[in-house]
């Protein structure tokens, strides 16, 4: 079945550091993928996606590409903030008619001034 | 942001007895979703529904039953509560073909 391995942390950094946070996948088909951000006391919500190979999403600075022969989709930011402190779940849609979400176990990022 | 309201936004009960979570949305989307979050599992999908009247169970149903008798309400009903499901239960809405969800800030229960 479906599954999304990404790097657990937590990570921690200093203001202005780069950032990257590893997701590798396994689905049938081509799925889209996923990165959402979850601030403390907060629901997810969506970052940015990629429907299909070498596709890149990005938003707020953060940038990631779907890499099919890798299989991975790897988050990345140039220089984070602390305002980016939170959980980022890396996760996929293998298609089909009920567009579930798998999702990968969380990476707590915390980010110190 | 998105339309969707859950409740109760936090609960205590004790093992044993029935519990309903309700998640309303005014988006009119097809698609509704229960998942819970827990440490070290991210989130794992309980039931989702495609329609009113038409759901079907995810990863983690065991323990868990749901209706949806409007467009608007996905009911999730803990017929029995035991310890195992103390968690922040999060309700999720769609209609993109592409997937996307839009997420309830969440349910926290415990149970005791």
């Known amino acids: 079945g479906d599954s999304v391995t990404q790097m657990e942390g937590p990570v921690t950094l200093s203001e202005e550091a780069f950032l990257t946070i590893n997701c590798t996948y396994t689905?049938?088909?081509?799925?889209?993928l996923f990165w959402y951000v979850q601030y403390p006391g907060e629901g997810l919500q969506l970052l940015l996606k990629a429907t299909k190979a070498d596709d890149k999403g990005s938003n707020k600075g953060f940038e990631a590409t779907y890499r099919k022969e890798t299989t991975s989709f790897h988050l990345e930011k140039g220089s984070v903030q602390v305002s980016d402190s939170a959980v980022y779940f890396c996760?996929?849609?293998?298609?089909?008619?009920?567009?579930?979400?798998?999702f990968g176990k969380g990476t707590l990022l915390t980010v110190n001034p | 942001d998105a339309g969707i309201t859950q409740s109760p936004r936090h609960k205590v009960t004790e093992t044993g007895t029935p519990v309903t979570l309700r998640c309303h949305q005014t988006?009119?989307?097809?698609?509704m979703y229960w998942y819970r979050q827990d440490p070290g599992h991210g989130l794992r999908l309980i039931h989702y529904?495609?329609?009113?009247?038409?759901?079907d169970k995810g990863e983690v149903s065991d323990g868990y039953s749901v209706s949806r008798s409007k467009t608007e309400d996905f009911l999730l009903t803990l017929e029995s509560a035991t310890s195992s499901q103390t968690s922040v239960y999060f309700c999720?809405?769609?209609?993109?073909?592409?997937?996307?969800?839009?997420f309830g800030e969440g349910s926290r229960l415990t149970v005791l």
């Open positions: 689905a049938t088909g081509y799925p889209s």
């Open positions: 996760a996929l849609n293998s298609g089909g008619s009920n567009y579930k979400l798998t």
């Open positions: 529904s495609y329609g009113v009247k038409d759901t």
């Open positions: 988006e009119n989307h097809r698609y």
């Open positions: 999720a809405i769609s209609e993109s073909h592409t997937g996307e969800l839009f």
